[in-house]
């Protein structure tokens, strides 16, 4: 099947949905991340953001996933614009917590976790969020109670339903995993990023806590559109963030220095063939790890939108295929992946 195949048929095919944690909720196993629709990736207008949504959602995508911050708040108030005129309600996950100023762990007090959960109701115009997950707070965050203690009593309130946490290595996922109130956990997941494959996903499934996979391109590395010339623009993180600058650099480029990824997408694509983007390719790889729930991809563009959805469609990679990858990753990227993560 090609990809242009993936994508006819997903148009006419649900997607297959998963549960996410004890949530209650089934969503499609390829979601829409949406911090590409707030900010940090250069600009996407009110119209291309509104059209990326109706794309992702008429193609069968059921999870959103934003962020407060992602824009300062712009990517949950289009996303609220975007289902207002459509009348319908897909499962929105937001992020709070990376409002804290100053970015200490003594900054999440009851009042301002509260505060941020607030505002992003009324971002994304809803009395109760479907799911509130920590944003990668500072590490000593993952173990304090009186955190956990609020997020309950937030959904005890129903200003929430369910919160879980994002994090940036497998020892704060394994952390909030002793939480039973826990019900997700968003972590980065690609060809390029594979240690939570070794304990954080398998305790998930034993808990029954539901894996959102993050930055499953690589920040588009894995598209194998890019080449050692690209540039991006100012505003763009892949531009400013690479060393990072703003934030942890795991998150640009998964980590990995650009050039050797550059190098290392075109052996992906090369183990993807002709008739498979790679990006809709290294989606496959994620959707097929035991654990995930579901993928998150961004995307600035419907066609974007339209090639994610088509991962879907594909077959599972053979044991051939899951081999090169291996091998791709023991001899270009092992080296440059930090311990941490």
């Given at each position: ?5 993936g ?29 590409q ?31 407060d911050?992602?824009?300062d ?10 289902l ?7 499962f ?22 509260r ?12 009395d ?19 955190v ?6 937030l959904?005890?309130?129903?200003a ?13 996922g394994?952390?909030?995993?002793q ?25 998930a499934q034993?808990?029954?806590v ?51 990824g ?80």
């Amino acid at each position: 099947m090609t990809v242009t195949d993936g994508i006819a048929e997903s148009a006419n095919t649900p997607l297959e949905t998963r549960p996410l944690g004890r949530t209650g909720a089934d969503v499609s196993v390829v979601g829409l991340g949406t911090w590409q629709l707030g900010g940090d990736w250069g600009d996407v207008t009110e119209d291309d953001a509104a059209a990326v949504l109706d794309a992702a959602l008429d193609a069968g995508v059921t999870l959103l996933d934003t962020a407060d911050v992602y824009g300062d708040g712009r990517s949950e108030e289009r996303i609220r614009k975007a289902l207002a005129a459509r009348g319908e309600r897909p499962f929105v996950a937001t992020k709070a917590g990376r409002r804290a100023d100053p970015f200490v762990a003594e900054t999440y007090t009851p009042e301002n976790l509260r505060a941020w959960i607030d505002r992003s109701r009324r971002n994304l115009g809803v009395d109760t969020l479907d799911l509130v997950q920590l944003h990668c707070p500072p590490p000593a965050v993952y173990s304090d109670e009186r955190v956990y203690e609020t997020l309950d009593a937030l959904v005890e309130e129903q200003a929430i339903a369910a919160y879980g946490v994002s994090v940036e290595t497998v020892a704060e996922g394994l952390t909030a995993l002793q939480h039973p109130g826990v019900q997700s956990i968003q972590v980065i997941l690609n060809v390029f990023r594979r240690k939570p494959l070794e304990q954080l996903l398998p305790a998930a499934q034993r808990a029954e806590v539901g894996i959102l996979a993050r930055v499953p391109l690589a920040s588009g590395l894995l598209s194998g559109k890019y080449s050692t010339d690209t540039t991006f623009a100012a505003d763009d993180h892949r531009n400013f963030n690479r060393n990072g600058e703003a934030f942890d650099v795991g998150e640009t480029f998964a980590g990995v220095p650009f050039e050797v990824g550059v190098a290392a997408a075109r052996e992906v694509a090369e183990v993807a063939g002709p008739d498979v983007t790679t990006a809709a390719f290294a989606l496959r790889w994620v959707i097929d790890q035991p654990g995930v729930t579901t993928v998150i991809p961004g995307a600035r563009n419907v066609q974007q939108a339209l090639g994610n959805v088509a991962a879907a469609s594909l077959p599972s990679l053979t044991a051939g295929q899951l081999a090169d990858l291996e091998r791709v990753y023991d001899e270009r990227i092992r080296a440059h992946v930090h311990d941490r993560w």
